[in-house]
């Protein structure tokens, strides 16, 4: 799915970076974020696909990043 939207940490479980798209939904990169990308608010436009995952972060949708390019 593409996607665009805005860069948030979320200051759970010892912190993380996930995405806001601009449809309202949550997700979480599981392979996480380049660190050229880790600022917040930062718009971006993504390509994700969904995964099933278990984990303890209970925010969003687990995906993979394939493809992520700023605004």
Do not use: C
């Amino acid at each position: 799915m593409n996607i665009t939207g805005k860069m948030t940490y979320v200051n759970l479980s010892g912190g993380f970076w996930g995405i806001e798209g601009d449809d309202g939904q949550k997700y979480h990169p599981v392979d996480g974020i380049p660190e050229a990308y880790k600022k917040e608010g930062k718009r971006v436009k993504v390509k994700l696909s969904p995964v099933q995952s278990f984990g303890i972060f209970m925010w969003g949708q687990d995906v993979n990043l394939e493809t992520i390019d700023q605004l």
